[in-house]
């Protein structure tokens, strides 16, 4: 298995060498009108509430999945329902956003335990203070877990299969609308993703790269319904998706470093010197990897990936909004 690492510095050469194909004007289908937009809706929605079983029993894989459905299902909604800006809509977007986030705490947990396995598998012989801090975080992680699934049970699950349920039977927009939509949110993301790499440049900020992940991660999640509408893979998705990829394992680094600083400051306060020292240089390794990930990120050109991703979708962003 690769470490994330290496999964990085190969989504580096493939960005590096790969021409993404243009994405022509919309073909439209011949036929099947709004039905066809219901039909995709009604498919986004059955695949997120097959996923809740296993996500309530804590299951690792269960949790992804259901985070995954409810993130795409929630860029779907206002490309394919009819009334984009109406009151279910709305509400189901702000409901599907709270269930990705309680999925999100747990699952963030897992990938950080993921990580540190990779560090600590590769050393000759873990210290016995390595394997308590390993011990915290997945104790924590199995505590996020009891509190993700009783957190889900209180969110308004019959509310939210109710409003997909009756945007589902109104049906969904014309392909036409769907397209028109996704032009739109191109050129609105497209132009935010310009100007915060534009503003980052060779800076390395969690926070600010953290965001324009989540834009790159929606225009991915867009291009998938729009090339569906169109009944065409168009592999537009790639870049955005090959972004997704380079700032999430380097996003995931700096969030274990702030892990490990916080048990760091924690045993300084019990007087536990050593184990704090250990949490110390762990967090230094997090930190040293970020920042190897981060100048890998920059060899693969991101201004140039999204400026290809956009161009493959017909955008060509203006001058920085000030």
Known sequence: MRSPAEAARADVASAATT????????????????????????????????????????????IHQLRVSGRRLRVALPLLVDKADGRRAGRARRLLQMLTRTAGGSRDLDVLLESYDLRLKDLPERTAEQKLLRHRLASARRRGRARMVGSLLDLEISRLRRDLAALIARGGSSPAIVCERFGTLCEREGQSLHDGFTTLGVRLDAKLLHGLRRRARRLRYAVEVYDQIRGFESAAAKPWKTLQDLIGVLHDHHVLAEWFDKQAQADEKRGNALLAATATAEAAWARATAHRLHEDFLAAQPATIVAQGLAALGVTPGAQSN
């Open 19 to 62: 021409e993404f194909p243009a994405v022509v004007g919309p073909t439209l289908p011949a036929n099947g009108g709004r039905r066809l937009a219901g039909t995709l809706l009604r498919r986004r929605v059955n695949t997120l509430f097959r996923n809740f079983p296993a996500a309530l029993t804590g299951d690792e894989e269960g």
